[in-house]
């Protein structure tokens, strides 16, 4: 790790030094089955993009969007892109040494504190990032601006209307605002899809509800991505039951209490549990049921410890719940269940259909639990299914790599 060269600028960081580990024309929808279409655009490809892609939030972060970005400039670099990451840091962690990521060279890591200078250090602010963040913009003139936070593009339209703003849509702000905030969301993201020079979306059904709430214009659909590991262990198929595995956040949405009700109709199965604060496990834990399924709750592991779990696990669980929140995610979980060639038991929710079919996986009620656990048990009753489905569900995962999801999006940068 760590042998490319990797440039850092420090920029208004609290003054004690961290060590680092080392480290509208047509629409163009990227959805159901393998990221399909890539265009490159071939014939801007003689020109080099440059790239600010603007976090304002620390990296490593203990959520899915930080292996997204991670992922994504890196690949992005690897393409040729010229990428300057513009971030929190959050010491002494490597911003993609912590996923197991090496800096391309052509990948610029530029750290800009949120905070005051020392001693007011505990004071931070998001317009004390954009602050910082005007000296990088100055500094490259042509460079495109990347953002998938609202806020922060709304206020660099504001503040740089002139300059190429790409936005990403992880969600509907508008929606999943709380309500006294969604009048003043839905101003600013109308704003930002009047204005952006290119708007990407991370699903169909996002991109769907961005032109129904603001107008149609072009919104490029491009899904998240996962590692694709080109050899798995060989899995217990057999006994594919004691073999179950949920990994990611423990927010309500996500159904993880879900799970641990239906686990007392599932004697004789074991489920592992990854993801989760000190605080979300200590509830979990005080509702797991005295009988049925033995629940092992594992925490917050390294994504390297999460990935060897998922890749020696038979049946994979994603108990979404309906609601905002869900109806317009990218789960990276679910492509990591694929290419760790995982049976899915799945809440039948429309985003998680744009990416597998009918018979790709369990489909059962969300916020059901009984229905949850006939899924699963259903698929631990039948191991030569569950083998069929995830070896299915692996093959598909190959369209989804972090690679091709930067193709495709190298081809619309440089198309700009």
């Given at each position: 790790m760590g042998q490319a060269r990797v440039r850092e600028l420090d920029r208004g960081h609290h003054p004690q030094e961290h060590q680092e580990a080392r480290l509208s024309r047509p629409r163009r929808d990227v959805g159901r089955g393998a990221v399909?279409?890539?265009?490159?655009?071939?014939?801007?490809?003689?020109?080099?993009?440059?790239?600010?892609?603007?976090?304002?939030?620390?990296?490593?972060?203990?959520?899915?969007?930080?292996?997204?970005?991670?992922?994504?400039?890196?690949?992005?670099?690897?393409?040729?892109?010229?990428?300057?990451?513009?971030y929190v840091p959050n010491p002494p962690l490597h911003p993609l040494a912590y996923y197991g990521l090496e800096a391309p060279a052509s990948l610029r890591l530029t750290k800009l504190s949120r905070s005051l200078p020392w001693p007011l250090a505990r004071i931070h602010s998001n317009r004390l990032f954009l602050w910082r963040l005007h000296e990088r913009i100055a500094a490259a003139p042509d460079a495109l601006l990347f953002v998938r936070h609202l806020k922060l593009a709304a206020l660099l339209r504001q503040s740089r209307p002139g300059r190429k703003l790409v936005y990403e849509a992880h969600e509907v702000f508008s929606d999943t605002a709380p309500p006294a905030k969604r009048a003043r969301q839905f101003d600013m993201e109308s704003e930002v899809l009047r204005t952006a020079t290119l708007v990407i979306a991370n699903s169909p059904p996002t991109a769907e509800r961005l032109r129904e709430l603001y107008g149609e214009r072009e919104i490029e659909v491009v899904p998240n991505g996962v590692d694709w590991p080109e050899h798995l262990p060989q899995k217990d198929w057999a006994h594919a039951g004691l073999h179950i595995v949920y990994a990611g956040s423990f927010f309500a949405w996500k159904g993880v209490a879900d799970l641990v009700q239906a686990a007392s109709e599932l004697p004789g199965c074991t489920i592992t549990l990854y993801g989760g604060d000190a605080a979300q496990l200590a509830r979990e834990r005080g509702r797991a049921p005295a009988a049925g399924a033995q629940l092992k709750f594992r925490g917050h592991v390294?994504?390297?410890?999460?990935?060897?779990?998922?890749?020696?696990?038979?049946?994979?669980?994603?108990?979404?719940?309906?609601?905002?929140?869900?109806?317009?995610?990218?789960?990276?979980?679910?492509?990591?269940?694929?290419?760790?060639?995982?049976?899915?038991?799945?809440?039948?929710?429309?985003?998680?259909?744009?990416?597998?079919?009918?018979?790709?996986?369990?489909?059962?009620?969300?916020?059901?639990?009984?229905?949850?656990?006939?899924?699963?048990?259903?698929?631990?009753?039948?191991?030569?299914?569950?083998?069929?489905?995830?070896?299915?569900?692996?093959?598909?995962?190959?369209?989804?790599?972090?690679?091709?999801?930067?193709?495709?999006?190298?081809g619309l940068l440089r198309a700009i």
């Open positions: 399909r279409g890539l265009h490159h655009h071939r014939g801007h490809q003689g020109a080099v993009v440059r790239l600010l892609y603007a976090f304002p939030e620390p990296l490593p972060l203990e959520r899915a969007r930080g292996v997204q970005v991670a992922h994504a400039v890196a690949e992005l670099a690897r393409l040729g892109i010229a990428v300057e990451l513009a390294p994504q390297r410890e999460v990935m060897r779990g998922l890749e020696s696990a038979c049946i994979a669980v994603l108990p979404n719940r309906d609601d905002a929140d869900s109806r317009y995610t990218s789960p990276i979980k679910l492509f990591e269940y694929m290419a760790a060639g995982c049976a899915i038991v799945a809440s039948d929710l429309p985003p998680l259909r744009a990416v597998l079919t009918e018979d790709e996986a369990v489909w059962v009620r969300a916020g059901d639990p009984v229905s949850l656990a006939e899924g699963i048990r259903r698929l631990a009753a039948d191991p030569e299914r569950a083998r069929r489905m995830g070896a299915r569900a692996r093959e598909k995962a190959r369209g989804y790599t972090w690679r091709a999801r930067a193709e495709r999006l190298a």
